[in-house]
């Protein structure tokens, strides 16, 4: 599976933003999808998994509560909804697919490109 991750942008401190996930091929449904992050300096860090019919979602201890993570598996396509972001957020966000539900990005065997998030202050 081919991912495309975008819709990462320049946004304030409280602002949203909406990444989308795009796969190629018939079989998105099979996979689980996370989005991971990273910002300069720092290493990559969990931040939302949802299974493959969607029945299950997890999230970063950083972000729960202010992210949700959702699929549309007739378009294809992941999401991830970002609210009140904070500047602490600022980094290149990343989608991922797995055959197995997990937060470890070692499972996740396919990345897209990423797309880069800043929130300023």
């Known amino acids: 599976v081919q991912l495309q991750a975008s819709g990462g942008g320049m946004v304030q401190a409280g602002g949203s933003l909406r990444l989308s996930c795009a796969a190629s091929?018939?079989?998105?449904?099979?996979?689980?999808i996370g989005w991971f992050r990273q910002a300069p300096g720092k290493e990559r860090e969990f931040v939302a998994t949802?299974?493959?019919?969607?029945?299950?979602?997890s999230y970063g201890v950083s972000v729960k509560g202010r992210f949700t993570i959702s699929r549309d598996n007739a378009k294809n396509t992941a999401y991830l909804q970002m609210n009140s972001l904070k500047p602490g957020d600022t980094a290149v966000y990343y989608c991922?697919?797995?055959?197995?539900?997990?937060?470890?990005?070692?499972?996740?065997?396919?990345w897209g490109q990423g797309t880069l998030v800043t929130v300023s202050s």
């Open positions: 991922a697919a797995a055959l197995s539900y997990g937060s470890m990005s070692a499972l996740y065997g396919y």
């Open positions: 091929g018939r079989t998105f449904r099979r996979y689980v």
């Open positions: 949802i299974s493959r019919t969607a029945d299950s979602t």
